[in-house]
């Protein structure tokens, strides 16, 4: 008698299995990948100024994009494709193998990373190509953009999953997380350049993780001398890092204990 | 050892007692029908034996193991069981052979994947996307789900609802064959003709607790009750219940000097004896 495969082992086959039935999904592939992308042609052909000496808003602009990226694939995808796995039963079925949910859940990160991945590498190609944005050039601050995508996936992922416990039907799900994923764009400087925004919006934002993973790609993809014109007068990557942490332990701690299987 | 082992099960939800003291024993190897109406309990003690639910009281030994297993030995448990849901869809963007082969990953001791998909009559499906099959394709792609892990046990629940009866056939065909493996099956059924088809025994549940435990051909005492006898005398249709159908054909026979018009015999069907444990009318 062979022994059950580790859920390792498992969550890596069910990686594969979730990108192959993700990319055959022809309407999401392009909502999701191609989304930020569009956001970048339109609102770098509206704000052609710079907005600080030598960084133009397009600049900014990709910094906010790649970190609400990171909440769109994996919070939002999540919360919303999971109660509608749940509606069909397809939850259950899976709970009913000996597959243990951990292997369910590092087959959400690994499609989660994939589509992060692929939706960066466009806006590097169309900011770089179309609006002059410039790639940093310094080893120091790659090592910063690598942790931030690490840690940001991982956190989005986490939080997708446990708040998928919270809309009560597959159909519904758009409708409870698209508002919260939309409100914190704009609260967090996604759209805007988050020092200008009111003070209280600035407070609200500082709860929760993208407005740390903006500030944090801003310091990735603007100049240092930029730093100054924050709230903090600093990038603040230390506390960037820290906030992360927190929200990924919150995420991981709803998902394996609160995990809904089965609507009821 | 049985393969299930159920003692003074009970559920309640609020103030509905679902479950309401089941007791229950299913040797290995036995088919097990589990009729009752809606509502009678028979979803929560299954699920409960699943491991899907939480019970409020009694002894549940499943395999040896009682289902609220958590971790590893779950895991360990669930490699020998098969569960076929009542109503399960995917998205559908993977196809029959896909699917089946990922599920096959998640034991220790799979199936060939081409013998199931065999088995449950999909050949020709094999490379077809499963939001393109018809709903009594699905179930069957349900079915080879339940079957891939190679497993001990296998529940299956309300299983060829939506087949044509030439599928049903062939479905019953796969459970003789499951049967001759040694596979203990717990199946739920509306369909009375299934059980008695296909069960060594039959449990009716109602309102929460077992109401009998027999042979199709014992339950409600059908193999001992009274066979009805009809024919027409002139123009009227007469009947008559008796201990000894044979004895009153043979006087029939005499008194009509040969063939006995419209002679009909029968006993109760399942069906018959079901409705009336459930407390349904039946003419």
């Keep these: 008698m062979n022994k059950i495969p580790s859920a390792l082992s498992l969550g890596l086959r069910r990686g594969g299995l979730e990108i192959r039935q993700f990319a055959r999904q022809r309407e999401s592939v392009v909502f999701t990948l191609l989304f930020p992308v569009i956001l970048l042609v339109i609102f770098g052909s509206v704000f052609k100024d710079t907005i600080a000496p030598g960084v133009t808003f397009s600049q900014y602009f990709v910094a906010g994009m790649?970190?609400?990226?990171?909440?769109?694939?994996?919070?939002?995808?999540?919360?919303i494709t999971i109660p509608l796995e749940r509606d069909f039963g397809a939850l259950k079925r899976l709970r009913g193998t000996p597959m243990p949910a951990s292997s369910y859940f590092i087959g959400k990160a690994i499609l989660v990373s994939v589509s992060m991945v692929i939706q960066?590498?466009?806006?590097?190609?169309?900011?770089?190509?179309?609006?002059?944005?410039?790639?940093?050039?310094?080893?120091?601050?790659?090592?910063?953009?690598?942790?931030?995508?690490?840690?940001?996936?991982?956190?989005?992922t986490a939080l997708g999953i446990a708040f998928?416990?919270?809309?009560?039907?597959?159909?519904?799900?758009?409708?409870?997380?698209?508002?919260?994923?939309?409100?914190?764009?704009?609260?967090?400087g996604v759209f805007f350049i988050f020092t200008q925004l009111p003070a209280w919006m600035q407070q609200v934002a500082a709860i929760f993780p993208l407005k740390w993973l903006t500030q944090g790609m801003r310091s990735v993809f603007l100049p240092d001398s930029f730093a100054t014109q924050e709230v903090a007068k600093s990038w603040e990557n230390g506390r960037t890092f820290i906030v992360l942490m927190m929200w990924l332990a919150i995420g991981i701690y709803f998902s394996v204990r609160k995990f809904k299987w089965d609507r009821d | 050892m049985?393969?299930?082992?159920?003692?003074?099960?009970?559920?309640?939800?609020?103030?509905?007692?679902?479950?309401?003291?089941?007791?229950?024993?299913?040797?290995?190897?036995?088919?097990?029908?589990?009729?009752?109406?809606?509502?009678?309990?028979?979803?929560?003690?299954?699920?409960?034996?699943?491991?899907?639910?939480?019970?409020?009281?009694?002894?549940?030994?499943?395999?040896?193991?009682?289902?609220?297993?958590?971790?590893?030995?779950?895991?360990?448990?669930?490699?020998?069981?098969?569960?076929?849901?009542?109503?399960?869809?995917?998205?559908?963007?993977?196809?029959?052979?896909?699917t089946i082969q990922h599920f096959s990953g998640y034991y220790s001791n799979p199936r060939e994947v081409d013998e199931v998909?065999?088995?449950?009559?999909?050949?020709?499906?094999?490379?077809?996307?499963?939001?393109?099959?018809?709903?009594?394709?699905?179930r069957r792609l349900d079915v080879a789900l339940g079957i891939i892990g190679n497993p001990e046990l296998l529940f299956l629940d309300e299983p060829t609802t939506g087949f044509d009866p030439q599928a049903r056939r062939n479905f019953w065909a796969l459970i003789e064959k499951l049967r001759g493996d040694g596979t203990t099956i717990l199946l739920t059924t509306h369909y009375l003709d299934e059980a008695e088809a296909l069960a060594d025994r039959v449990g009716v549940i109602n309102a929460g607790s077992i109401v009998e435990v027999a042979t199709p051909a014992e339950l409600g005492g059908r193999?001992?009750?009274?066979?009805?006898?009809?024919?027409?005398?002139?123009?009227?249709?007469?009947?008559?219940a008796t201990d000894n159908p044979t004895a009153l054909v043979g006087q029939l026979t005499t008194s009509f000097n040969g063939e006995i018009p419209e002679l009909t015999i029968t006993r109760l069907s399942l069906e018959d004896i079901y409705l009336k444990m459930i407390g349904v009318p039946h003419e």
Excluded at chain 1, 164 to 186: C, D, E, M, T
Excluded at chain 2, 43 to 61: A, K, M, N, P, Q
Excluded at chain 2, 122 to 129: A, F, Q, R
Excluded at chain 2, 223 to 240: F, H, L, N, P
């Design chain 2, 2 to 98: 049985n393969a299930i082992e159920v003692k003074a099960l009970t559920k309640s939800y609020g103030d509905i007692h679902a479950v309401q003291g089941i007791d229950l024993t299913i040797a290995q190897g036995e088919i097990f029908a589990l009729l009752g109406p809606n509502g009678a309990g028979k979803t929560t003690t299954v699920e409960i034996l699943e491991g899907f639910r939480s019970r409020d009281s009694g002894d549940v030994s499943v395999l040896g193991f009682d289902p609220r297993l958590d971790g590893q030995e779950a895991r360990q448990w669930r490699d020998r069981i098969g569960i076929v849901l009542q109503a399960t869809s995917d998205s559908g963007d993977l196809t029959v052979v896909e």
């Design chain 2, 117 to 138: 998909i065999n088995s449950v009559g999909l050949d020709d499906k094999t490379n077809s996307l499963i939001r393109k099959l018809s709903g009594g394709q699905r």
């Design chain 1, 66 to 79: 790649i970190a609400s990226g990171l909440v769109n694939t994996g919070f939002q995808a999540l919360a």
């Design chain 1, 120 to 156: 960066i590498l466009m806006l590097f190609g169309f900011g770089v190509i179309f609006f002059g944005v410039h790639m940093p050039t310094d080893a120091s601050k790659w090592l910063t953009f690598a942790w931030l995508v690490l840690l940001g996936s991982a956190c989005s």
């Design chain 2, 223 to 240: 193999s001992t009750s009274k066979a009805m006898v009809t024919w027409r005398d002139g123009d009227e249709i007469k009947s008559e």
């Design chain 1, 164 to 188: 998928s416990i919270v809309p009560k039907s597959g159909r519904g799900a758009s409708a409870v997380v698209s508002p919260i994923v939309i409100i914190l764009q704009f609260f967090s």
